[in-house]
């Protein structure tokens, strides 16, 4: 019988110790893993055989959903027109302007919400309104103000991932243990340098939380924006496919749009242990 949430979450863990010992008796610690790894293999697996047969046994329509040979053929032409790496490169644009513009203007500001009570008092009613508002609601705003071109793009991401960072932000500096505080103070540093070297390590991992969040947003909000008005992009290939009834590359950019999702992903769970190499 395979192990529910609560066997996992009660399953009794070798300390840090014990780990050693078994290591030193030549027990691979990979093991695990690997076997997590290979279940997740199976389960891909699975879904692109099921994608590729349902279609050829006549279960689904086949126009509609082509069997999956067929996606990878349309995306294979798009890889050796030149067509996809056009598209992939304007959202990429579009997504990473968008972002960083969002983690450089929300991390300072979260940390001085967190770090100054009047500051925080002074914007915690603004903040309320406006992380309650849907992005893709402001969107006509933006086109309004800013136009059809990139500025209203990018300005839509940039809003999008503002508020998952800042949020974050102010979680992380606000919740930092009290004892480090104290240390801190004992050891007699300036409240910049508390900051510095105290508060701000110690909420990195939260803050991480955010800017993984706002990475998602990015794709998520960038497709949403080409489709409604672009001449290049993912979101535009996926529109102008369905508008075209060239449903083979609708998906192929679907799946593209997946894939750049998930190295977004594991690209930014990469940073964050790069910037949290002291947690054990």
Known sequence: MSPSLLDERTEARPNPRQEAAVRARGVSPGRRRAVTVTRGVAGVLTVALLWEVLPRVGLVDDYFIPPLHVVLGAWGDLVRSGELARHLHASLVRSATGFLLATVLAIPTGAAIAWYRPVREFFQ????????????????????????????????????????????????????????????????????????????????????????????????????????????????????????????????????????????????????????????
């Open 125 to 280: 009613p603004v903040l309320e309104v406006f992380r309650n508002t849907a992005a893709l609601a402001l969107l006509p705003v933006f086109t309004l103000l800013l136009g059809i071109g990139e500025a209203s793009k990018i300005a839509i991401i940039t809003y999008a991932c503002f508020f998952p960072i800042l949020l974050s932000t102010i979680a992380g500096v606000a919740t930092v243990d009290p004892q480090l505080l104290r240390s801190a103070k004992v050891l007699g540093l300036s409240p910049v340098a508390t900051f510095r070297k105290v508060v701000f390590p110690a909420a990195v991992p939260t803050i991480f939380t955010g800017i993984r969040i706002s990475g998602a947003a990015a794709i998520l909000v960038l497709i949403a924006a080409e489709i409604v008005g672009a001449n290049a992009g993912l979101g535009f290939l996926i529109s102008y496919s369905n508008n075209n009834m060239l449903i083979p590359k609708m998906y192929a950019a679907i799946l593209t749009t997946s894939v750049l999702g998930l190295g977004v992903n594991y690209g930014l769970v990469a940073l964050e242990r790069r910037f949290s190499r002291w947690r054990p």
